[in-house]
């Protein structure tokens, strides 16, 4: 439990920078396409995981009236301002997503960049279903993506990576755990700072659901009309797929 609390502490300051080849712009557009699909007149949106508010604040710019909610402080923080250089009124609060206490409800909750995979517990992920079950309105949507199986065993897998970009080098040793479906990841950063590289070290751990299983465990809790999509698509996945989409509605 203590490791899930401990991501992105002094790591939200360099996160954005080794995500800026993600096209966040992108992931909202399809993001609004889906609710448009589902939901036309959907308005108030929960980013769960919102990080530092790269599909947040996107979303709010194209219309939406958004909250977010993350473990993260640092991460919030981050997400803070950059709402304010955008101009976006965005509500965001620290909380724990395997326990939410939100008297407000949405027509739509979201939650991107593979957020699920880290919750390894299916009694706390089927929890944060059912909680997320009663904070939507009716006919609300939940959306949200994983890191697939494939990709979290066989391309993370036990794998170590070593990379450089834009002055921060970091290496990142993965183990996989074949009963538990766990991958841990070990990420050492080393930031340029002035003439010397400050370290920062961050452990993460993911579990890799196959997609029958989050059906499943929708379904159980009360979910309908469950769509599984291929990365921005309206396709089926494929074994191959390494991040899929899934809409549920409630």
Known sequence: MSIFMSCYGSFAQIYDKLMDEVDYNEWANYLKRIIEKHKRDAYYILDLACGTGNITIPMSILGY??????????????????ARIYGQNIKFIKQDMRNLNITKTFDVVICGCDGINYITEENELEKV?????????????FIFDISSFYKLKYILGNNTFIEEKDGIFYSWENEYDDKSSVV????NFFVLDGEIYRRIEEIHVQKAYKTDEIHHMLSKCGFTDIGIFDEFTFSEPNDKSQRIFFVAKK
């Open 65 to 82: 009236s958004l909250w977010g909610i993350d473990i993260s402080e640092e991460m919030l923080s981050v997400a803070e301002n950059k």
């Open 129 to 141: 279903f059912n909680d997320i079950y009663k904070i939507l309105n009716p006919d609300g949507i």
């Open 184 to 187: 841990t990841m070990r990420l």
